[in-house]
C-alpha cells in the first residue's frame, strides 16, 4: 500500500510537532486506541481495537522514529501483530513547513504491507478503513490545536490586550481547517498514526 498528501492545521510547525510526539495526545486523537506509550524519545508501544470488514482484532505495534530533523521532518518505521487478523508493517516520511496563513503543511508518504486475515480482505477495503480512521484521527488532531491555539490567544489577550495581532490569530484557530483540505492528507498520515501505532495495516 502506497499513499502521500498533506495536511493543513492551524498551529505553528514547533506546536504540531510537539503535539506529534506527545503520546497523550496521539492516544486522544487515535480511534480505538487502548494504550499509547512513549518508551523512549524515539520509540512508542500502542495497542488499537479496530474491526475491518468482518474482521475485529486488538493490535499491538511499535514504531520507531528516525532521521530526526525538529521541527521539520522525521520518518516513522513500525509494525504491529494482531494475532490471527494478521500482521503489517511500513514506513513513513513526514515533513513540516510553513503555511501561508501562518499555519502548518505536513506531507507524508507511506508505504506498507499487510499479511494474515488483512491480507486476504483486499487493499480497497484496507484503504477504505485507513481513509475513515485517518479522518477521525485528523478530526480530533485539528479539534485539539485549534483550541490550544485559542486558549494561547485567550491568555494572550489577557496579558497583552494592546496586541492588535492576537485577535485575529485566535480568531483562525476557531475557525479550524475546511473539511476539504484535511481530508485530503487524512490519507495518509493516520496511516502513519493510527495505522502503525496500532499495526492496522
Known amino acids: 500500500?502506497?499513499?502521500?498528501?498533506?495536511?493543513?492545521?492551524?498551529?505553528?510547525?514547533q506546536a504540531v510537532w510537539e503535539a506529534l510526539?506527545?503520546?497523550?495526545?496521539?492516544?486522544?486523537?487515535?480511534?480505538g486506541c487502548d494504550d499509547?506509550?512513549?518508551?523512549?524519545?524515539?520509540?512508542m508501544t500502542a495497542t488499537i481495537t479496530t474491526?475491518?470488514?468482518?474482521?475485529?482484532?486488538?493490535?499491538?505495534?511499535?514504531?520507531?522514529?528516525?532521521?530526526?530533523?525538529?521541527?521539520?521532518?522525521?520518518?516513522?518505521?513500525?509494525e504491529g501483530q494482531g494475532g490471527a487478523a494478521g500482521f503489517a508493517s511500513g514506513a513513513a516520511k513526514v515533513t513540516l513547513s510553513d503555511g501561508d496563513d501562518g499555519g502548518?503543511?505536513?506531507?507524508?508518504?507511506?508505504?506498507?504491507?499487510?499479511?494474515?486475515?488483512?491480507a486476504q480482505i483486499g487493499s480497497r477495503l484496507i484503504d477504505s478503513v485507513a481513509k475513515r480512521l485517518a479522518a477521525k484521527f485528523?478530526?480530533?488532531?485539528?479539534?485539539?490545536?485549534?483550541?490550544?491555539?485559542?486558549?494561547?490567544?485567550?491568555?494572550a489577550e489577557a496579558t497583552v490586550p494592546s496586541t492588535p495581532t492576537t485577535p485575529k490569530a485566535g480568531a483562525a484557530a476557531k475557525h479550524g481547517i475546511p473539511t476539504p483540505v484535511w481530508v485530503i492528507s487524512i490519507i495518509g498520515v493516520v496511516a502513519v498514526l493510527i495505522l502503525w501505532a496500532s499495526g492496522v495495516f
Open 104 to 118: 502548518t503543511v505536513l506531507n507524508y508518504t507511506v508505504e506498507a504491507k499487510v499479511g494474515g486475515k488483512l
Open 138 to 155: 485528523f478530526e480530533s488532531f485539528v479539534e485539539i490545536m485549534a483550541e490550544r491555539g485559542a486558549s494561547a490567544s485567550e491568555s
Open 21 to 31: 510526539n506527545d503520546a497523550e495526545m496521539l492516544k486522544a486523537c487515535l480511534p
Open 51 to 78: 474491526k475491518i470488514g468482518p474482521v475485529k482484532a486488538t493490535f499491538s505495534g511499535a514504531v520507531t522514529l528516525s532521521d530526526l530533523d525538529p521541527p521539520n521532518s522525521y520518518t516513522l518505521s513500525g
Open 36 to 43: 499509547l506509550e512513549k518508551t523512549s524519545d524515539t520509540d
Open 1 to 13: 500500500m502506497n499513499l502521500s498528501g498533506e495536511h493543513h492545521i492551524p498551529a505553528t510547525r
